[in-house]
């Protein structure tokens, strides 16, 4: 199985501020690497596939990038409605592996 | 709209046998990989394993093989998540989960929670 790690695994920042998630895959994972959020009580919701392409919708401050074994997440600027739990998750097996999750606060 | 609707809540007791469910709607089901995906209280993601409802070819992730069973009925476009003996370990909130083209989880259905408690 890919295992994948992400980091850090909660963090508080301000409004407006630029945040930074990270994920490595513990091996070459090509672009085949997706991030989800989820807000509490909700089901998780598609955000970016394939590195860095947005889900239609998804506003332009989510930003992904990477390939190979090393990703980042990135949010530009916080907005209050960013709070939920990221996740990132390899597609390179049929059956995918998530990360932990980051709890993102404000 | 392109969704999937699973079934209510249940309350269950160690040892009874449990089916839930995922209608889809809006799409070709037979032609879309589903997901169940499990998160227990207070954890991350889980994805136990996948089902193509077009063959019923299904692959479990190691940590499910044998301990759940997945189906799919495509004259119901609805899939299922079925437990022979339930377990106070199995609590958690199962997800259905189209997989895209891509291998993207990108249509996620509310969830079902399921307590399993004497």
């Known amino acids: 199985d890919i295992q994948m790690t992400q980091s850090p695994s909660s963090l508080s920042a301000s409004v407006g501020d630029r945040v930074v998630i990270t994920c490595q895959a513990s091996?070459?994972?090509?672009?085949?690497l997706n991030w989800y959020q989820q807000k509490p009580g909700k089901a998780p919701k598609l955000l970016i596939y394939?590195?860095?392409t947005p889900e239609t919708g998804v506003p332009s401050r989510f930003r992904g990038s990477g390939s190979g074994t090393n990703f980042t997440f990135t949010i530009t600027s916080l907005q209050p409605e960013d709070v939920a739990t990221y996740y990132c998750?390899?597609?390179?097996?049929?059956?995918?592996?998530f990360g932990q999750g980051t709890r993102l606060d404000i | 709209e392109v969704q999937l609707v699973q079934s209510r809540a249940a309350l269950k007791k160690p040892g009874e046998s449990l089916r839930i469910s995922c209608r889809a709607s809006?799409?070709?089901?037979?032609?879309?990989?589903i997901a169940w995906v499990r998160q227990m209280p207070g954890k991350g993601l889980e994805c136990m394993g996948i089902?193509?409802?077009?063959?019923?070819?299904?692959r479990y992730s190691p940590s499910f093989q044998g301990q759940v069973t997945m189906s799919a009925d495509t004259s119901l476009t609805t899939a299922f998540l079925q437990w022979d003996s339930l377990k106070a370990s199995d609590t958690a909130t199962y997800y259905c989960?189209?997989?895209?083209?891509?291998?993207?989880?990108?249509?996620w259905g509310q969830g079902t929670v399921v307590v399993v408690s004497s």
């Open positions: 989960v189209r997989q895209s083209m891509r291998n993207s989880l990108d249509i």
């Open positions: 809006g799409y070709l089901f037979n032609n879309y990989w």
């Open positions: 089902i193509y409802p077009g063959d019923s070819d299904t």
């Open positions: 091996q070459d994972i090509t672009m085949h």
């Open positions: 394939d590195v860095k």
């Open positions: 998750q390899q597609c390179d097996d049929l059956i995918g592996t």
